[in-house]
């Protein structure tokens, strides 16, 4: 009688670990598979999407987007994931090919943008247009609402911060922060293209130095993961001071261990543009 029971005992234990093991499996699975281009966009969907979806975030932390390169299991995870987020014109070539193969959904987060700049997220206004869309796609609506609340508060911030300044030109390392200066009223003049690999020629130099002086710009920013050599080149030429400014194109391994995030980090770049532009 007692092996019987024991046995009972053993049988139902194992069946209720495999129905365990078989929930979990189930949770983990029901999840939405996201494949995002970069950080932005990456970080969009896991705030709209908590633990509803599972994303991957093609450039690893501290990589600059316009570098990376897809592996084999790469254009695998673009093909097989539920929804794919990136942004068209070719800023990511290989990643658009990849696409081009996707089995899910592939959504261009550009929205209808014809510029060649494919810096939309340093703009709060258009950042919060593209987590309403990730919020459309994920069917997770009030949740985008409640992110985008947040970037219209910080697009308040940068309106207030940046309304009373003695110099309004930003001079910044590549034209990353056309958005931006159109949204706050302020002169963009950059040191190289839209890609920071896109080395100037000396007489381009050259007359960007000439345009800083003229401008009476005091301050050359240089930007997170990118060298700053040309943009110091320009500030010892001009006789201005360098600052940095983030383009959010991704984070730093140490920026990902400090917490940091798209909000913080934009709110870091508002105090650098009020001290190099003369706010009150």
């Known amino acids: 009688m007692v092996p019987r029971i024991v046995l009972t005992l053993i049988t139902t234990a194992v069946l209720a670990g495999c129905g365990g093991g078989s929930i979990a499996s189930e949770g983990k699975a029901s999840r939405t598979t996201v494949v995002a281009a970069f950080y932005p966009l990456a970080h969009a969907a896991e705030l709209v999407g908590g633990e509803t979806v599972a994303v991957e ?51 261009d987060l550009r929205l209808g943008e014809s510029r060649r700049d494919p810096h939309v997220w340093l703009d709060p206004v258009r950042y919060a247009r593209i987590v309403e869309r990730v919020g ?4 997770r609506e009030p949740q985008a609402r409640g992110v985008t609340g947040k970037l ?34 302020l002169q963009p003049i950059a040191v190289s293209g839209l890609s920071p690999e896109a080395e100037p020629t000396a007489s381009a130099l050259e007359a960007v130095v000439g345009e800083v002086r003229r401008a009476g710009a005091t301050t050359v920013y240089a930007e997170a993961l990118v060298s700053p050599r040309l943009a110091e080149t320009v500030a010892r030429e001009a006789g ?41």
Do not use: W
């Not at 140490?254 to 001290?275: I, K």
């Open 152 to 185: 219209r508060a910080l697009d308040r911030e940068f309106r207030k911060g940046l309304l009373h300044c003695r110099r309004r030109e930003l001079v910044t390392g590549h034209a990353a922060f056309g958005y931006l200066a159109e949204r706050y009223r």
């Open 57 to 107: 975030n093609l450039t690893p932390p501290g990589a600059e987007p316009h570098d990376v390169e897809l592996s084999v299991r790469d254009v695998e995870r673009v093909r097989s994931a539920e929804l794919v987020l990136y942004l068209g014109g070719g800023f990511q070539p290989a990643l658009e090919d990849a696409v081009a193969g996707a089995r899910g959904r592939a959504v």
């Open 240 to 280: 201005a001071r360098i600052d940095v400014l983030n383009p959010l194109e991704g984070l730093s391994k140490e920026e990902v261990e400090r917490g940091e995030s798209y909000l913080s980090v934009m709110r870091a770049n508002l105090t650098a543009l009020r001290r190099g532009l003369g706010c009150r």
């Open 136 to 139: 459309k796609e994920l069917a």
